[in-house]
């Protein structure tokens, strides 16, 4: 009965001894809380990546990728369609399709690298991340809209 007289607000007024230990459990709480927001909002590093890397920008041989007519400021489907026009013009229409394909296949045995390897000219091969950075941003995109 005593749990439920608290809950509700029914505990008559105690002695200044309770009301002590009750301040004090509720400051202990209220200090708990504002340490863990507090924690949170401390910027952590996170496998030891530069502090300046933006997940927001495509990259392309360690470099950032300056895509023509867009920016950092242009909405991220902007981006994601330039890129898309990108990786066309880089590779030719026919060999992004196949590629883009097969590594968005998700029913694939898992050997959808080597297979892209194969398609590619080594001298294109260094755009196999930039094609798993577009898949990757068209997926969080679809899944935030």
Same mark, same amino acid.
């Given at each position: 009965m005593g749990l439920h007289r608290f +809950? #509700?607000?029914e505990v008559a007024a105690g002695d200044e001894a309770d009301t002590d230990k009750r301040e004090k459990e509720y400051t202990s709480v209220t200090r708990?809380?504002?340490?863990? +927001? #507090?924690?949170?909002?401390?910027k952590h590093e996170d496998f030891g990546d530069a502090e300046d890397s933006d997940p927001t920008k495509f990259v392309l041989d360690g470099q950032t990728l300056c895509l023509p007519n867009c920016d950092a400021g242009h909405p991220l489907m902007?981006?994601?369609e330039s890129l898309r026009m990108f990786l066309e013009q880089a590779l030719g229409d026919s060999n992004f399709f196949k590629v883009y394909r097969l590594m968005d296949d998700v029913t694939d045995d898992g050997d959808a690298i080597s297979k892209v390897e194969a398609l590619l000219p080594s001298s294109q091969h260094h755009y196999i991340p930039v094609i798993s950075q577009l898949i990757v941003c068209e997926e969080y995109f679809n899944s935030t809209n």
């Open positions: +809950l #509700n607000n708990v809380i504002d340490d863990a +927001l #507090n924690d949170a909002a401390k902007s981006r994601i």
